[in-house]
């Protein structure tokens, strides 16, 4: 009998290089499995399924995360304001550990040997698969052709041009990872420090130039809105936003951090929503919190996206650092109006009960209602004795 070997398909060009390595060179039954994290239609993932059953694999799966994927990450993500680097909403990175899970769930529920996935030997996705699966199958054995054989993307388009497989090898020259917290691309152009991704390398185009002013609805944190309808679920809310927001080509950028194994990459993304409702969040949060409030979540949250982005989900502190956060959510609730124009967008302002603003106790840079001149020449005078005893002793 052959052996068994999952794999993790995305329908890209590295996993169709997998699935003719592995069936062909390797003489194994080929499971493909594609773990949507809300970022595929109906129709893209029978494209996919499609694809990989030309391909020849012995079963295709789709499973979907995306409910958990949300609960369990993405309103954390959220509820902390986290871009990575101050630039990336995380999109790929905080995907792979629940997609990596699900393929180990059903690796292990169809008895296989082998899982593999289509990662190379220079990226983070390879480090969040291998330790996801040591850490919950650790009998099942990991492979992954494309980082053992070094291969470049034009080696594997040749090797599958070579086995009769056709596909659009000018769209494979870039990768693309789609999910409902944002899209990742890489090409050549992330290779280096100087390029830039060409427009045409953007799954989104600009197809609306007029200027238009949403309302997004919050509630303790969730985005659950927008103008005057209220969603089902958050995940609803988000892809709507994506829907309105990506035609104004929205959320672009380039990513440049660390790397897990501890080199330098960047990787271009598009996340309209994400970069959105992120800003719209920090800025409800502004008005709302306490500037300890505001500070010592922001320090947990810097972590907890560190700790995210280097696959330590697992991490027992990841637990406690959720429950601080989203303690924090519980007055987290109002709308935030936002402007939308081609390639950018404006927060325009906030409206919410607990907005602190809306105290009796003075307007900002206008008039106090509650202390006199006398009550802060004191303040001030206190407030001044450790500075003061510093310059005295230092002279």
Known sequence: MKNKVVLAFSGGLDTSYCVKYLSIEKNMEVYSVIVNTGGFSEKELLEIETQAKTLGVKEHKTIDVTNIYYKNCIRYLIFGNILKNNTYPLSVSSERTFQAIAIAEYAKKI???YIAHGSTGAGNDQV??????????????????????????????????????????VKASYSINKGLWGTSIGGNETLNSKDSLPNEAYPSQLEIETEKQITLGFYKGELIGIDNQEYKSPIDAIKKLEKIASKYAIGRDTHVGDTIIGIKGRVGFEAAAPIIIIKAHHLLEKHILTKWQQYWKEQLANWYGMLLHEAQYFEPVMRNIEK????????????????????QFELIGIESKFDLMNSDFASYGEMNLQWTDKDVQGFTKITANHLKIHKIINK
């Open 111 to 113: 008895d296989a040997k």
């Open 324 to 343: 601080f956060i989203e303690d924090t959510q519980k007055n987290i609730t109002g709308k935030v109006t936002v402007k939308l124009k081609p390639y």
């Open 128 to 169: 969040r698969f291998d330790l996801t699966f040591d850490i919950l199958v650790p009998e099942i054995t990991v492979l992954s052709p494309i980082r053992e054989l070094k291969l470049s993307r034009i080696e594997e388009i040749n090797y599958l041009k070579s086995h009769g497989v056709k596909g659009d090898w």
